[in-house]
């Protein structure tokens, strides 16, 4: 299993996992993926990121959460706004279907796309 295919893997075997509740990780800069903690008081509905992992992990290129059960897990407004933090990727995903979404200050907005292979070079 080439490296793209396994951290997509464990992404939704995370998610599936914590289903209902919204799974959260950090992808590393060597593209491993590491569970964490989502302590969002309200977990079915949203994540926050146990802080403890941006101690315990010093080479993180961006952060996953899952939309549990959603057939089209797009960015919330919530995701916009943690959208703000650039020097990281964010990742949205349930049941195989990823999005990557990103602030682009060149524009101003909120970008998204399906996630590929190439958003990663």
Known sequence: MDWYAKLKEDMNNHALRDYPREACGVILKDFIYKPCDNISSEPLNS???DPAAFIKYNNIWGIFHSHPGSDKPIPSQDDKISA???QYK????FNNQ???YWMDIKVNALKFDQLREDHFV
């Open 47 to 49: 994540f926050i990121l």
């Open 84 to 86: 703000a933090f650039q």
């Open 90 to 93: 964010f990742l949205v995903g």
């Open 98 to 100: 990823f999005y990557i």
